[in-house]
């Protein structure tokens, strides 16, 4: 059973595309992330949602609005792409906020031309 | 600024030899440390964690903390060409309410 599972797992888009990426967690945990990999592998958070509530919301421009649409369950939804956008983004999940291990998804390859 | 940092490397080292890897933090209020690993193309995954000063060991693997100097390590005994990836070095900068943050890795090439 996968713990963390993301998709797409790529996602290849035209500047000024919508595009979302879906992430779930049947780990039971209360807490869920989106993190951002660039391409020098510098991991940084971007949002963090506990039981569908959002806690950190880091700097990070407003074309990007997670949802939550239960604790299992945090979608990324990106408009308006940029060049910049592309990453490798991961979904994570930890028991609470705070907790020691956070669990993280296969990540999704975002590409913008 | 919350930082933490770490020598991108590569740090190589020849099979069976201790690889050390570094890393120090800006935050002195940051209460627990942590080092995934992450293989190129996959995801990073928990392989220690620490919260007080002094050694944690876990196999051939043990990490040091030092909160005076706001460092901590960790050393791979016995390495292997399995372990050739790069590591992370995350904090917990405040505990409860907050997310890590993740230096910028070391790669570690360990060549049989």
């Known amino acids: 059973d996968t713990a963390v599972s993301q998709t797409p797992k790529y996602l290849v888009t035209q500047m000024g595309n919508d595009k979302s990426i879906k992430c779930e967690q049947n780990?039971?945990?209360?807490?869920m992330y989106w993190y951002k990999q660039d391409s020098k592998k510098f991991l940084k958070i971007m949002f963090s949602?506990?039981?569908?509530?959002?806690?950190i919301n880091e700097t990070v421009p407003n074309r990007f609005s997670p949802k939550s649409p239960d604790k299992a369950h945090l979608n990324l939804h990106i408009n308006s792409l940029e060049l910049g956008d592309s990453a490798v983004y991961f979904c994570?999940?930890?028991?609470?906020?705070?907790?020691?291990?956070?669990?993280f998804g296969p990540g999704t390859r975002l590409t913008v031309l | 600024q919350k930082e933490v940092e770490q020598n991108s490397g590569p740090l190589s080292v020849p099979e069976g030899a201790i690889a050390s890897l570094n890393c120090t933090y800006s935050?002195?209020?940051?209460?627990?440390f942590f080092w995934y690993r992450q293989y190129s193309g996959k995801s990073p995954e928990l392989i220690m964690f620490?919260?007080?000063?002094g050694d944690k060991e876990d196999g051939r693997f043990t990490a040091q903390l030092n909160k005076a100097s706001q460092y901590v390590s960790l050393l791979i005994r016995d390495s292997q060409p399995s372990d050739s990836a790069t590591y992370l070095c995350?904090?917990?900068?405040?505990?409860?309410?907050?997310?890590?943050?993740f230096g910028k890795g070391t790669t570690l090439s360990v060549s049989s």
């Open positions: 780990l039971g945990h209360d807490t």
């Open positions: 994570a999940s930890s028991q609470k906020i705070g907790s020691n291990e956070q669990f």
């Open positions: 935050d002195r209020g940051s209460q627990s």
């Open positions: 949602y506990n039981n569908k509530e959002l806690i």
């Open positions: 995350a904090v917990n900068p405040r505990g409860a309410g907050t997310a890590l943050i």
């Open positions: 620490i919260y007080s000063n």
